[in-house]
């Protein structure tokens, strides 16, 4: 069956550090999103990707950068980790019937 | 000030009682509307999806209503299971471009 993964599913780093989290999916989806998940908040977009090669910035995506090099895969980027990026990330895949597809979820935590 | 307001917040409720969720919005033009569950340590997983013509949609115990012309969405369960405790997340899609607005969720708590 087609699913959609994400990998760590938990990671523990320092204030500073680069992470990558890993999305993984294999419905063949063109589209691609990053959201993070605070308490109290909606889930907010970071990053999303329409295709190969095709990134744009979402509503918090000061501190993340995302690459698309192939369809399977976006990975999310966090250049130097700070303590407000301590959050549950969820990666998800888009079809053309418009329902999106939600990853297990990756909590961060930046000490 | 977030474009989809749920209330509310968080709800206890017996086993095999029946419950509304709400949700109201401001997203426009109007799209269409879905209402996730996401379980404990999940991703959100996709009940029903609304669009402007439709007033009604169940699926199973799942009733969802629309009214666009006050946007307003209800959820309702009916002879609610423990296996309903979750988070249920209303969605808002616009019309002209691929922008989902979120809701911060009504976690919902099932007890014997």
């Known amino acids: 069956d087609a699913e959609i993964t994400q990998s760590p599913r938990h990671k523990i780093t320092e204030t500073g550090r680069q992470v990558t989290l890993a999305c993984h999916q294999t419905w063949n989806h063109n589209n691609m999103f990053w959201y993070r998940q605070d308490l109290g908040h909606g889930l907010r977009l970071i990053h999303y990707?329409?295709?190969?090669?095709?990134?744009n910035k979402g509503e918090v995506s000061d501190g993340y950068s995302v690459s698309r090099s192939n369809t399977e895969d976006l990975p999310l980027t966090l250049e130097s980790a700070a303590s407000s990026q301590t959050s549950v990330y969820f990666c998800?895949?888009?079809?053309?019937?418009?329902?999106?597809?939600f990853g297990p979820g990756t909590r961060l935590t930046v000490l | 000030k977030n474009q989809v307001e749920q209330s509310p917040q968080s709800l206890i409720i017996l086993e095999g009682k029946n419950c509304t969720l709400q949700?109201?919005?401001?997203?426009?033009?109007?799209?269409?509307l879905r209402w996730y569950k996401q379980d404990t340590g999940r991703g959100p997983v996709s009940l029903t999806i609304m669009t402007f013509s439709e007033n009604t949609k169940s699926n199973g115990r799942y009733t969802a209503t629309l009214d666009a012309d006050t946007k307003q969405s209800s959820l309702h369960i009916t002879a609610s299971q423990l296996s309903d405790s979750a988070s249920y997340i209303c969605?808002?899609?616009?019309?002209?471009?691929?922008?989902?607005?979120f809701g911060a969720g009504t976690r919902l708590t099932v007890k014997p």
């Open positions: 990707s329409y295709g190969v090669h095709d990134t």
């Open positions: 969605v808002v899609r616009a019309y002209n471009n691929n922008d989902m607005r």
């Open positions: 998800a895949s888009r079809g053309n019937q418009n329902e999106q597809f």
């Open positions: 949700c109201n919005y401001t997203v426009s033009p109007f799209s269409n």
